[in-house]
């Protein structure tokens, strides 16, 4: 369990976090660390939940707005929002062959001036067919996204987005070049996507070669070797980019409570 608040380096903190299923990551402990992070705006994926579905002895963090959005199919994907500013909930992401978002993959919310898109992208590891769709997916989803870079006010996209980008963000490339998630054309559409105009806030701030992970496999020895992928980002615009003032993942929290680790923004005011 967390033992000590999170230093904020920022005027305002912005917190990705895939939780692998919120319930579960209830029973593991969630609450301390959403307290020790301490995030204005907090993103969580893969909740797999409805609002009737939580536990009837837990409530959400005292304070906060929050916003779920669930997948049609229950237990499955899904993605929430909390906040402890004022929060607005703006039109989500609808293309061709899915006008209303029936897997809950992103929700769009705006904070004042501030606009998060919290999303999941989809895996393409259930073979070739998933595979394509979540291809097509990328491609609808960024194209969708084309305007939001260009705004003048500061927009963030965060969240699960399934694809570790270069070499260092994943422990072993050559044995995963074949593999959903750091295949050739998954690689270049990422970084065409940063080509639009996206800031890795990462990078940003530290740069290339550091290999710092935010998922691990359950399997083997993973999580306890550190052999992971970094495939959760937060993604500034120019206008937030200009305020990015620290970015950190907090591995203790995602051996404790999913596969994942939470990511961590600081912008100024």
């Known amino acids: 369990m967390p033992k000590a608040r999170h ?45 009737e579905q939580l536990p009837k002895d837990w409530s959400w963090p005292q304070g906060h707005a929050v916003h779920l959005h669930p997948a049609e199919k229950k237990g499955y994907s899904g993605v929430a929002t909390l906040s402890t500013l004022e929060q607005d909930v703006l039109p989500g992401f609808a293309w061709g062959e899915d006008a209303t978002d029936i897997e809950g993959r992103v929700l769009v919310t705006r904070h004042g001036e501030l606009v998060c898109v919290n999303t999941y992208l989809p895996n393409g590891g259930g073979g070739p067919e998933r595979q394509a ?23 963030v996209v965060v ?51 550091e290999k ?22 937060l993604l500034c615009n120019p206008a937030a980019a200009k305020r990015i003032v620290a970015v950190d993942i907090i591995r203790q929290a995602g051996l404790e409570v999913s596969d994942h680790a939470p990511c961590i923004l600081d912008l100024s005011d």
């Open 133 to 155: 769709y979540k291809e097509r997916w990328m491609d609808a989803w960024r194209a969708w996204l084309a305007p939001w870079v260009e705004a003048d006010h500061p927009v």
């Open 212 to 233: 710092i992970y935010s998922w691990w496999s359950n399997r083997g020895n993973a999580r306890a070797d550190d052999k992971g992928w970094r495939i959760d980002y």
């Open 7 to 51: 230093t904020r380096r920022g005027g305002m903190r912005l917190v990705s976090w895939n939780v692998n299923g919120l319930r579960a990551a209830i029973r593991k402990g969630i609450d301390g660390w959403i307290e020790t992070i301490g995030a204005d705006v907090l993103m969580l994926q893969e909740t797999r939940v409805l609002e």
């Open 159 to 209: 969240g699960d987005l399934n694809i570790a980008h270069t070499e260092d963000d994943i422990w072993n490339p050559k044995g995963n070049a074949k593999t959903s998630g750091f295949l050739p054309q998954e690689r270049a559409w990422f970084t065409k996507l940063l080509g639009d105009g996206w800031v890795d806030s990462f990078r940003h701030v530290k740069g290339e070669g």
